[in-house]
């Protein structure tokens, strides 16, 4: 299947696995795909660590990385605050934190009884880095490695990384949720634009892949465009390459995989989930983000319940939160699975079984190349 974007990083099949383990992007790289890995949750020695390991199983077949660094952070980046040490950068970050807020998310896990696990501090730090300073460091361990693509949401590439990109010949893409992010990304000299709908998982807008796909594709003027959102199986791949995409862009999918690192609670919660069972919620990152919908949204929406704090705040007054309701869901605890939450997307109402990540990307592929034959019939009836 030859297409603009197969052409731009060299891969069989127009088909991105992201994902943050680094066993699903192999898979799916070796599968014919394109493997991305999401580095958002990494420190650097950690990103290190999982991309030496995925060179070492791909054998110099292409594979990209992924990064989150947001244009608007509480600080104000660029405002001199983001480059400070580390640990004073999390010191005045958590000072800004509401007592009210603490006490809420105190007062809810208190109510559902779940237990204390040992801290990780440097989560807050991995929150604090979501800055355009603070991916440097990631950006310096993924150039060290051969990756064939540089990817960023949720804003224009970080300063220099087009530049860097270039010379090192690695494509440069951005996830776009609306046509006039699109063209702040081309302006910006971004190789792939990644047409993200509202259907997704994580991060994401409010405009459906259907409408956003054929508008992002006109504005492209060439450039290749995938398509995101919404898109778990062949007939879905089918449409997205009839939109105009030069291929397509797979999240939540890989969540049922056996190679996705997610614990087995939220899994099985995911095999239950229906199509209507999501919901786009500031209450994780501080940005709106597609989730699996739980009781801990419920709290969230419940009346005198705090606003939601601005990213990097509100995922460092829910970090610790979040490492207890997963901790005590793997275990059974029957108040953490009421809460028991993660990023997915409207697909996640047709996760039939857990499969290896490599037969995914071989089905969606199969089906539809046999989708693409059926229609062509189509077309001849006419
Ligand atoms: C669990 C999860 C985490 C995600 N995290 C990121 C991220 O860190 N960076 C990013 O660019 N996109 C992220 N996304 C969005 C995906 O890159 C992709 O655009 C989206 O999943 C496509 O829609 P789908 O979920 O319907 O497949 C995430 C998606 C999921 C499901």
Redesign the pocket.
């Known amino acids: 299947m030859r297409t603009a974007f197969t052409d731009l990083v060299g891969v069989r099949y127009p088909i991105v696995g ?1 994902n ?1 383990s680094p066993g699903v992007v192999a898979a799916v790289t070796n599968a014919g795909g394109f493997g991305v890995l ?1 580095a ?1 949750a990494y420190t650097p020695a950690e990103l290190d660590a999982q991309l030496t390991w995925i060179d070492e199983q791909t054998g110099g077949q292409p594979y990209g990385v ?1 990064l ?1 660094v947001p244009e608007k952070f509480a600080t104000g980046a660029g405002s001199g605050e983001t480059s400070r040490a580390p640990g004073n950068l999390v010191a005045s970050l958590r000072a800004q934190i509401p007592d009210g807020h603490l006490a809420f998310v105190r007062d809810l896990l208190d109510r559902y009884g779940i237990p204390d696990v040992p801290g990780h501090p440097e989560y807050d730090e991995i929150a604090a880095s979501l800055n355009p300073d603070g991916a440097a460091p990631l950006l310096d361990v993924a150039f060290r490695h051969p990756i064939a693509l540089i ?1 960023n ?1 949720l804003g224009p590439p970080p300063p220099g990384l087009v530049d860097r990109a270039r010379q090192q010949g690695v494509a440069v893409a951005a ?1 776009v949720g609306q046509p006039k992010h699109a063209l702040r990304q081309i302006e910006a000299g971004v190789d792939l634009l ?1 047409a ?1 709908g509202t ?5 994401t807008g409010t405009i459906a892949t259907m409408v956003l796909t054929p508008e992002i594709v006109d504005i492209a003027a060439g450039r290749p465009v995938l398509a ?5 199986s062949g007939r879905q791949m089918a449409a997205a390459l009839a939109l105009g995409a030069a291929g397509v ?5 890989w ?1 049922s995989s056996e190679e996705d690192v997610a614990n087995q609670a939220i899994k099985a919660k995911f095999l239950q989930a229906t199509s209507s069972d999501t919901v786009r919620s500031p209450t994780r990152t501080g940005k709106p983000a597609r989730q699996l919908r739980s009781a801990w949204h419920e709290e969230w929406e419940r009346p005198g319940s705090p606003a939601p704090l601005p990213m990097p705040l509100q995922p460092m007054l829910v970090n610790e939160a979040w490492q207890r309701i997963d901790a005590a869901a793997r275990a059974g605890h029957e108040g953490a699975l009421r809460l028991e939450s ?6 996640v109402g047709s996760f039939g079984q857990i499969r290896p990540a490599g037969e995914i990307t071989r089905q969606i592929v199969a089906e539809c190349e046999q989708t693409i034959r059926d229609l062509a019939k189509l077309g001849e009836s006419s």
């Not at 993660?342 to 697909?347: H, K, L």
């Open positions: 992201f943050r999401g958002s992924d989150l990817a949401a996830l990644i993200q259907e997704a998982g994580g991060h995101a959102g919404g898109i778990a862009w797979c999240g939540s999918v969540l993660f990023f997915v997307g409207q697909v």
